[in-house]
């Protein structure tokens, strides 16, 4: 039986963070937003009646959707489950174990499934934490970004250090034993030894995944409008930034197994590594992707159009599924079969963001053809520059090669 992973896109966030151009929407009013409290008496107390009737208006079209798009995965066994966003952790109490509800009662999740939830601090209650550990979540992904108040603050996330503490040691206290916790670097007004703090705290608090990315600034966000008003680090400084993550996680005894994560030994995220290995995975949700078989498509981003779709399958149900309506509305779901050359293109490019690299035997089970064969000039330049490097059964990226891994990558394009 061939596995599957699944990912539900929960596109509400309290309100916007300054970087953000994710698909998500702000559920609260502004001036609510600016009204902070912690823990227990969180903002999700703050959402309007209509706005949570949105809420659960979406929660039960994404429950359609996986109710009834189910056939089409009968022959798979689900490895792994996650809720992203936006801010899973903002729907109400009884939501998540709804949608983790329907995903065991029509697909076949394996035993010892990971289930990961994404949670923002301030909207997260003990009620919540103790309802996804009844339901079967075993991971917890909480964006945490910075341990500088007045870090989070520039880059308008609606915690502070202290309400995602609180969240961290409730979460222990119940049990959890799997927590990633999310860090940025090249912040607004950071300077090394700042981040390096960040660092420090989020170390002492022995999480078993890390994930640390470099902010992007991102054009049509609040804070590419403000950022003259602060000092970013300079390209230098975030290349200090990047070594000094790898060094010090080291020390903490985190391996790096990605470009930007880092886990304890056995707590690799099993759900990322399937984008990376390019295992099948559907998305549920509003502009969620998947990619089956080599086949990739998106839901529409469209909140309406995405509505119309989940009602399609309802009306085709018996006669036709998810795949039959997709195969028709080719265009508005981005559907696209990968060539053999782009599945290699991919196979490359995304293996490499895996410090273990990309397998020569892996590669030819997958195309039949061997790796040197298709991209012997390109790894003969790439190690001459430094940046690739053959190992036994493959090539990986070098330590100058992760700085550059833009580039290296691409090199695997062909034209
Ligand atoms: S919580 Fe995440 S998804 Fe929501 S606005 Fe902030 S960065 Fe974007």
């Not at 509400?12 to 609260?28: I, W």
């Not at 959707?65 to 189910?70: G, K, L, Q, S, Y």
């Not at 912040?187 to 420090?200: G, M, N, S, W």
């Not at 390019?278 to 998947?290: H, K, Q, T």
Request: a negative charge.
């Amino acid at each position: 039986m061939e596995n599957l992973s699944i990912y539900i896109h929960i596109p509400f966030c309290v309100r916007k963070c300054l970087y953000c151009d994710f698909l998500s929407f702000p559920v609260c009013e502004e001036e609510d937003a600016s009204e902070k409290k912690y823990l227990g008496k969180s903002y999700v107390n703050q959402i309007t009646d209509k706005t949570a009737a949105q809420i659960d208006s979406y929660v039960n079209l994404i429950q359609k959707e996986i109710t009834r798009t189910a056939p089409e995965y009968e022959k798979y066994r689900v490895i792994s489950v996650f809720l992203g966003g936006g801010t899973p952790s903002l729907l109400p109490v009884g939501a998540v174990s709804g949608l983790i509800g329907s995903i065991r009662s029509r697909y076949r999740l394996a035993e010892d499934a990971e289930i990961t939830v994404e949670m923002n601090p301030d909207t997260v209650t003990e009620e919540k934490l103790r309802e996804y550990i009844t339901c079967g979540i075993n991971r917890l992904s909480i964006g945490l970004q910075s341990a500088d108040d007045a870090e989070l603050s520039r880059i308008g996330r609606i915690h502070d250090y202290g309400s995602f503490e609180r969240v961290y040691e409730t979460a222990r206290r119940l049990g959890f034993g799997n927590i990633n916790i999310d860090v940025m670097s090249a912040l607004p007004d950071q300077r090394i030894a700042d981040y390096e703090r960040t660092l420090r705290r989020v170390t002492a608090l022995s999480p078993e995944h890390i994930s640390a990315y470099s902010l992007t600034l991102e054009e049509n966000t609040p804070l590419y409008e403000r950022r003259e008003a602060f000092r970013f680090p300079t390209d230098e400084e975030e290349r200090e930034m990047y070594a000094l993550t790898g060094e010090y996680l080291a020390s903490c005894g985190y391996h790096r197994y990605e470009i930007s994560n880092y886990a304890r030994d056995g707590y690799e995220c099993r759900h990322n590594k399937v984008y990376w290995q390019r295992g099948n995975y559907v998305g549920f949700g509003l502009g969620a992707s998947s990619m089956t078989e080599n086949v990739r498509w998106t839901n529409p981003a469209h909140m309406g159009k995405y509505r119309d779709y989940v009602e399609e399958i309802g009306h085709s149900a018996g006669s036709g599924s998810g795949a039959v309506i997709r195969e028709r509305e080719t265009e508005s779901f981005a559907l696209q079969r990968l060539t053999a050359a782009e599945q290699m293109e991919e196979f490359m490019f995304l293996g490499l963001r895996m410090m273990g690299g990309v397998s020569g035997q892996a590669f030819r089970d997958a195309f039949g053809t061997g790796m040197e064969e298709t991209y012997g000039g390109v790894i003969e330049k790439l190690c001459g520059q430094g940046v690739l490097m053959r190992d036994r059964d493959g090539v990986r990226l070098t330590k100058r090669g992760i700085d550059v891994s833009n580039y290296v990558m691409s090199q695997f394009l062909f034209d």
